[in-house]
């Protein structure tokens, strides 16, 4: 990629130039003006005001304000040709900017966040062809403003509603690159309120072809397992214990042994997941198979899939799943989505998508950083590798030349690849809940260890 980069200036316009090329290389920026086409004498384009607005949720405290100064001072190479532009009475003010943000139709931003991921993926294949798309959910918390509040009520208990806007995400990441798709939203509380498992339906609706589901107990349920099976999506679904034992009794034991346990089923969805899914067909079932895995001392696996393999197969491909939680956690910490400032709905739209196609940028130049030294894309840590990305190629003084330039990105490359995880062989870290506190502060009082009786009678 860095062979493809080309002009520059002096100051920070090498660098807001180059990393425009980021964007311009997953996506054709023309495509989006197509989309949603805005007057000749437009400053801030729509393929600017997005690329500006993923800029934003790159850099660590990213403003308008740092947006725009950078935008200036990269100089008429990523404006268009106007005569603010070419007489340099363009102002800094973020009032412009501002506006071509809230223009920007969320339709435009969509279609970009799925081209984006869509290139990604398609520079990644899996190694085994059969692609795995692990789902999970998460929440965020918005700004505490009234059009939030209405479309995303915050939890409320016996003294009212809170203050903070919840909303429930659903997210689907790309097991061999971890690139994320388009995320799911809806509001976690309140009459509209959306479960996870419509949200993960959601995203199973929008998965490429030949995709695998991997999920955690949460969704190991009839109703999900049909909608992934009804899309051609295979899926390896986890089963709490009561489900297990629910579902066993009704299976026949196909084969046990050291390499675990496996029952043939066909799964009928019960009555109480009718009452919960009116809409489901009379005649709905699945053939599917039920896998018992000892993991090791701690955890024992169980899991219900459609998919051939054994079960220890099927169970080392499910331990896989964790890592979405590390996804998450590098999507809202790292990237800090968990703290996005937007005060209306479209806003906060918008840059939620901007910061999943910044996240997904970043998860490429980690891809590009393995592929030198011939690691999975995951053995380079993401928080390291984008702490690298930000001071070696969007803080560090400017180059005069886009040869300088193109020797810094593959020096960043360099130091990208020495961002691993430890290797520590045999430890096990297994996934547990903390236990609930009690609901009540109200205690029977324990009776004291010493009492009277156990006392030597007095002399």
């Given at each position: 990629?860095?062979?493809?980069?080309?002009?520059?200036?002096?100051?920070?316009?090498?660098?807001?130039?180059?990393?425009?090329?980021?964007?311009?290389?997953?996506?054709?920026?023309?495509?989006?003006?197509?989309?949603?086409?805005?007057?000749?004498?437009?400053?801030?384009?729509?393929?600017?005001?997005?690329?500006?607005?993923?800029?934003?949720?790159?850099?660590?405290?990213?403003?308008?304000?740092?947006?725009?100064?950078?935008?200036?001072?990269?100089?008429?190479?990523?404006?268009?040709?106007?005569?603010?532009?070419?007489?340099?009475?363009?102002?800094?003010?973020?009032?412009?900017?501002?506006?071509?943000?809230?223009?920007?139709?969320?339709?435009?931003?969509?279609?970009?966040?799925?081209?984006?991921?869509?290139?990604?993926?398609?520079?990644?294949?899996?190694?085994?062809?059969?692609?795995?798309?692990?789902?999970?959910?998460?929440?965020?918390?918005?700004?505490?403003?009234?059009?939030?509040?209405?479309?995303?009520?915050?939890?409320?208990?016996?003294?009212?509603?809170?203050?903070?806007?919840?909303?429930?995400?659903?997210?689907?990441?790309?097991?061999?690159?971890?690139?994320?798709?388009?995320?799911?939203?809806?509001?976690?509380?309140?009459?509209?309120?959306?479960?996870?498992?419509?949200?993960?339906?959601?995203?199973?609706?929008?998965?490429?072809?030949?995709?695998?589901?991997?999920?955690?107990?949460?969704?190991?349920?009839?109703?999900?397992?049909?909608?992934?099976?009804?899309?051609?999506?295979?899926?390896?679904?986890?089963?709490?214990?009561?489900?297990?034992?629910?579902?066993?009794?009704?299976?026949?034991?196909?084969?046990s042994g050291s390499q675990g346990t496996t029952y043939k089923l066909t799964w009928r969805p019960s009555a109480k997941e009718r009452a919960s899914h009116p809409d489901l067909p009379a005649d709905?079932?699945?053939?599917?198979?039920?896998?018992?895995?000892?993991?090791?001392?701690?955890?024992?696996?169980?899991?219900?899939?459609?998919?051939?393999?054994?079960?220890?197969?099927?169970?080392?491909?499910?331990?896989?799943?964790?890592?979405?939680?590390?996804?998450?956690?590098?999507?809202?910490?790292?990237?800090?989505?968990?703290?996005?400032?937007?005060?209306?709905?479209?806003?906060?739209?918008?840059?939620?998508?901007?910061?999943?196609?910044?996240?997904?940028?970043?998860?490429?130049?980690?891809?590009?950083?393995?592929?030198?030294?011939?690691?999975?894309?995951?053995?380079?840590?993401?928080?390291?590798?984008?702490?690298?990305?930000?001071?070696?190629?969007?803080?560090?003084?400017?180059?005069?030349?886009?040869?300088?330039?193109?020797?810094?990105?593959?020096?960043?490359?360099?130091?990208?690849?020495?961002?691993?995880?430890?290797?520590?062989?045999?430890?096990?870290?297994?996934?547990?809940?903390?236990?609930?506190?009690?609901?009540?502060?109200?205690?029977?009082?324990?009776?004291?260890?010493?009492?009277?009786?156990?006392?030597?009678?007095?002399?």
């Amino acid at each position: 990629m860095a062979q493809e980069i080309r002009g520059g200036r002096d100051g920070r316009a090498a660098e807001l130039q180059a990393a425009f090329q980021l964007l311009s290389q997953y996506v054709d920026l023309r495509e989006v003006e197509a989309l949603a086409p805005l007057r000749s004498n437009a400053v801030y384009t729509n393929g600017l005001a997005i690329w500006l607005m993923v800029l934003q949720r790159m850099t660590p405290a990213g403003t308008l304000e740092s947006s725009v100064k950078q935008l200036l001072d990269a100089g008429s190479d990523l404006l268009p040709q106007n005569k603010r532009v070419v007489q340099k009475t363009l102002s800094a003010d973020t009032g412009a900017f501002s506006k071509a943000r809230k223009r920007l139709p969320v339709a435009v931003v969509e279609w970009m966040a799925d081209q984006v991921a869509s290139s990604i993926i398609r520079l990644s294949p899996p190694s085994d062809g059969l692609a795995f798309y692990l789902i999970d959910g998460t929440t965020l918390a918005l700004q505490p403003t009234g059009e939030l509040r209405r479309a995303y009520p915050p939890a409320s208990n016996q003294y009212g509603p809170g203050v903070w806007p919840i909303v429930n995400l659903a997210v689907a990441h790309e097991l061999e690159s971890g690139c994320a798709l388009r995320p799911e939203i809806g509001p976690m509380y309140g009459e509209q309120a959306v479960s996870e498992t419509a949200l993960a339906c959601r995203c199973v609706e929008r998965l490429p072809e030949d995709a695998a589901v991997l999920a955690d107990s949460g969704f190991g349920i009839f109703f999900f397992a049909q909608h992934c099976h009804q899309r051609r999506h295979p899926f390896l679904l986890r089963l709490t214990d009561d489900r297990w034992r629910a579902l066993v009794r009704q299976a026949e034991l196909e084969s046990s042994g050291s390499q675990g346990t496996t029952y043939k089923l066909t799964w009928r969805p019960s009555a109480k997941e009718r009452a919960s899914h009116p809409d489901l067909p009379a005649d709905a079932q699945l053939e599917v198979r039920l896998h018992e895995c000892q993991v090791h001392a701690q955890l024992t696996l169980r899991t219900v899939t459609d998919l051939p393999g054994t079960a220890v197969q099927l169970s080392e491909r499910y331990l896989h799943r964790g890592q979405v939680e590390i996804d998450l956690r590098n999507l809202k910490v790292v990237m800090d989505t968990e703290h996005i400032r937007a005060k209306s709905v479209e806003i906060f739209h918008k840059e939620l998508l901007t910061s999943i196609v910044a996240y997904n940028l970043v998860v490429q130049f980690r891809r590009q950083a393995a592929l030198q030294v011939r690691l999975p894309p995951r053995r380079l840590s993401f928080k390291r590798v984008w702490t690298t990305f930000t001071i070696f190629l969007l803080q560090k003084p400017a180059t005069a030349n886009s040869a300088d330039w193109e020797a810094r990105y593959l020096e960043a490359l360099r130091i990208a690849q020495q961002d691993k995880l430890p290797n520590r062989p045999g430890r096990q870290y297994p996934r547990s809940a903390y236990p609930q506190r009690p609901k009540t502060t109200h205690f029977k009082k324990r009776k004291p260890p010493h009492t009277d009786e156990h006392l030597p009678a007095p002399m």
